[in-house]
């Protein structure tokens, strides 16, 4: 098969790009990985009492307002399995257990992009993936009322919503605007858990 020369008058291949398979995945994790570690911090709660574990809780609260904005901003065009996606429920149900007391929730409006819509999701999909390590402490404890308030920490186990989650992540893989809108968005959501933390010296909490 000859080359092809400069003049050459010949049909020419297109030169073919290959997809950046797991760009946004890796942008994310990069812009973000400080911020995780610093959430990760206030997670860290050291032997598992029940104290720790209505702490840890709060500090997820955040969930019951980005949920419904996500809802709002039409997530289920993004994320079709959405609704076994969702855990502010189990939350809810998981604080009152813990004689949580009730709060009303923040509003949140966000855009219906893609990159926003994926970046917001990215921070409470990875949350997901921790839960599995405070579960385990929590059984560790063998105490009875803890280990039954954990339908939070026991969602979408076993059901591969992560995996799916990246694939959907690969969407925007080529696309530099979408991924940025992510990372920006990941940021904003890291800073509401962060806020969360502001919780604790407010008076604390009423306990069954």
Same mark, same amino acid.
């Given at each position: 098969?000859?080359?092809?020369?400069?003049? +050459?008058?010949?049909?020419?291949?297109?030169?073919?790009?290959?997809?950046?398979?797991?760009?946004?995945?890796?942008?994310?994790?990069?812009?973000?990985?400080?911020?995780?570690?610093?959430?990760?911090?206030?997670?860290?709660?050291?032997?598992?009492?029940?104290?720790? &574990?209505?702490? &840890?809780?709060?500090?997820?609260?955040?969930?019951?307002?980005?949920?419904?904005?996500?809802?709002?901003?039409?997530?289920?065009?993004?994320?079709?399995?959405?609704?076994?996606?969702?855990?502010?429920?189990?939350?809810?149900?998981?604080? +009152?257990?813990?004689?949580?007391?009730?709060?009303?929730?923040?509003?949140?409006?966000?855009?219906?992009?893609?990159?926003?819509?994926?970046?917001?999701?990215?921070?409470?999909?990875?949350?997901?993936?921790?839960?599995?390590?405070?579960?385990?402490?929590?059984? *560790?404890?063998?105490?009875?009322?803890?280990?039954?308030?954990?339908?939070?920490?026991?969602?979408?186990?076993?059901?591969?919503?992560?995996?799916?989650?990246?694939?959907?992540?690969?969407?925007?893989?080529?696309?530099?605007?979408?991924?940025?809108?992510?990372?920006?968005?990941?940021?904003? *959501?890291?800073?509401?858990?962060?806020?969360?933390?502001?919780?604790?010296?407010?008076?604390?909490?009423?306990?069954?």
């Amino acid at each position: 098969m000859r080359s092809a020369l400069p003049g +050459d008058s010949s049909r020419r291949e297109p030169i073919k790009l290959a997809p950046q398979h797991g760009r946004a995945r890796r942008s994310l994790r990069n812009e973000t990985a400080m911020l995780h570690e610093t959430v990760e911090r206030h997670f860290a709660t050291g032997p598992m009492t029940r104290d720790a &574990y209505i702490r &840890y809780l709060m500090m997820n609260r955040p969930i019951t307002s980005i949920e419904p904005a996500l809802e709002a901003a039409s997530i289920h065009r993004v994320l079709p399995d959405w609704d076994m996606r969702q855990r502010r429920f189990a939350l809810a149900s998981d604080m +009152d257990s813990m004689g949580i007391p009730n709060r009303e929730t923040r509003a949140i409006t966000l855009s219906d992009d893609i990159g926003t819509l994926l970046g917001w999701s990215y921070v409470l999909e990875g949350s997901r993936l921790g839960a599995r390590f405070i579960l385990k402490e929590i059984e *560790a404890t063998l105490d009875r009322e803890l280990i039954a308030a954990t339908r939070f920490l026991r969602h979408g186990a076993g059901t591969g919503l992560w995996t799916t989650f990246t694939a959907s992540l690969n969407r925007i893989d080529n696309d530099p605007c979408a991924i940025e809108s992510a990372c920006e968005a990941a940021r904003a *959501a890291f800073s509401y858990f962060e806020a969360a933390t502001e919780s604790f010296r407010s008076p604390v909490l009423s306990h069954r």
